[in-house]
């Protein structure tokens, strides 16, 4: 199973957990990535993460979040190919981080995109069909996968 955390994601664990949603959140991908780290599952990466990650500006949290992206087993460095498909998809109504995202994970043969990103999420859910990967939310995802 490869899977691709966008930045939301990865920053999730480090998000204040007193809302439960956000706890079970957190909880989710810090499971993914305790199966990444066991070798059972796969983390793919991308330069689109890393330009996110250093966008921001508390620094303990920017490190944290490039320590869990430094997991990834795949790299995805962006291209023409990669710019071309993100602006076909911001065509369709994504925005243009997400959009990268999506075409970053599309190239990486990821089995699924995980945000915690409603928004994302939405638009995703409604282009469905016009995206050659599945953009789920980790707690649903992971759920799902190990059928809790």
């Known amino acids: 199973m490869k899977v691709y955390l966008d930045t939301c994601a990865l920053n999730r664990p480090f ?7 956000i706890r079970l959140e957190a909880e989710a991908v810090l ?3 305790g199966h990444v780290a066991s070798g059972a599952w ?3 990466g991308s330069d689109m993460l890393e330009y996110e ?3 921001n500006t508390d620094i303990e949290r920017r490190d ?3 320590d869990l992206a430094a997991m990834a087993q795949t790299y995805v460095g962006l291209g023409p190919p990669h710019i071309r498909r993100a602006m076909g998809l911001k065509a369709l109504g ?7 995202h999506v075409a970053c994970a599309e190239s990486a043969c990821a089995d699924v995109l995980l945000t ?3 928004r994302f999420l939405r638009t995703a859910s409604r282009k469905r ?3 050659r990967v599945p953009v789920r939310n980790p707690l649903d995802w992971l759920r799902e996968v190990t059928k809790r």
């Open 129 to 131: 069909h016009q995206l």
């Open 15 to 21: 998000d204040d957990r007193t809302q439960a949603r």
């Open 116 to 118: 915690t990103d409603d």
């Open 31 to 33: 499971t993914i990535l």
């Open 64 to 66: 944290r979040v490039a």
């Open 42 to 44: 796969q983390l793919a």
């Open 94 to 100: 994504f925005r243009t981080k997400d959009a990268f």
């Open 53 to 55: 990650t250093e966008q």
